[in-house]
């Protein structure tokens, strides 16, 4: 019953910045790890960024540097912020969520945003 709303997806130019967020909704106790994944054209999906509950992160070797990743507990939000974008950054990028509590007890569930395009082009 875990929801993911995306948002911030578009076109920038090589040198640009872009931030993306996601929204969590549903029946929620706590989520362990919140992070983004993208897949570009012929390629398998990726992981980019990820941060657990406590605000431990791991970036891709290809975007450290330039991508941040944060999150909100109390939103249940987690979001991207994209600096330097090129060429290759475009792809679809999905929100994810792991680990996720129902209850206090019980719960490990995952799931996955719809998708939302990012574009980087003169």
């Known amino acids: 019953q875990v929801q993911l709303e995306e948002s911030g997806g578009g076109l920038v130019q090589p040198g640009g910045s872009l931030g993306l967020s996601c929204v969590a909704s549903g029946s929620i106790f706590s989520i362990h790890v919140m992070g983004w994944y993208r897949q570009a054209p012929g390629k398998l999906r990726e992981q980019v960024a990820i941060?657990?509950?406590?605000?431990?992160?791991t970036y891709a070797q290809s975007v450290k540097g330039r991508f941040t990743i944060s999150r909100d507990n109390a939103k249940n939000m987690v979001s991207l912020r994209m600096d330097s974008l090129k060429l290759e950054d475009t792809a679809v990028y999905y929100c994810?969520?792991?680990?996720?509590?129902?209850?206090?007890?019980?719960?490990?569930?995952?799931?996955w945003g719809q998708g939302t395009q990012v574009t980087v082009s003169s």
């Open positions: 994810y969520v792991g680990g996720v509590r129902e209850t206090e007890r019980t719960g490990n569930q995952q799931c």
């Open positions: 941060i657990n509950h406590e605000g431990a992160t």
